[in-house]
């Protein structure tokens, strides 16, 4: 019995260290990388501010009770705040739409549009306002920005883009070669090659529970293997 334990264990550890072996290298490589990288400098943090500026004076804002009739719907939330300089009210209706007000006359506030994204980014962007370069209309979202629609990304002349949803106005992502060449290694940690989210697919689970049988087939084999002195 202990003999056709030690050849079993043997066979499925060579096996699996054929099938998987490749994958697991991944794991290591990619986790090696992701724990290497500062998350703060994953996040551009050193490259934006992400401060939203609160209302100081509350005195002749609307009342919260009148902004339901703005919104033609019931409100699950609100919040003012300041947008380039101006108070608003951030209103989120029921069914999850996100709409401005104008918070001194309870008026709707259209979009974002391309003029204003670029002044949101300026005030946001640490570094020089000269690399800020280009405005671009997203109706997509993609690997690199999932979020609300449309937005707009402002793009710098070194490859970063700051994402800004039309409908709040707040710097909602910041996508960095940095935060891409993470990401690379997430999509490779996970198996998610295309979409680079989901950590519950089968080849991720089949690919765990292979690794799992053959760290235990590897101490059976220790066990076996390992000089006993008497």
Known sequence: MSRQLHA??????????LIIGA????????????????????????????????VRDLSGLIPPAQLPHTAGTPIRSLRYRMLLGQPVAEITAMNGEVLLADALT???RNPIDAKEAMRIAEAAWLGDEAALTSVERVTENSVEYRGPLPAWRVSTGDNV????????????????????????????????????ENFNSWWLIACALGGLIMAVSGVILLVKRFPITR
């Open 106 to 108: 309870g008026e709707r």
């Open 23 to 54: 994958q697991l290298l991944l794991w290591f490589a990619s986790g090696s990388v992701m724990s290497i990288l500062p998350i703060e400098t994953v996040r551009s943090e050193h490259l934006v501010s992400r401060a939203v500026a609160p």
């Open 161 to 196: 883009s700051l994402y800004i949803p039309a409908a709040t106005g707040v710097l909602s992502s910041v996508r960095s070669p940095t935060w891409r060449f993470y990401d690379f290694f997430w999509s490779l940690h996970i198996m998610d090659w295309t979409e680079h």
């Open 8 to 17: 079993g264990a043997s066979r499925v550890h060579k096996w699996l260290a």
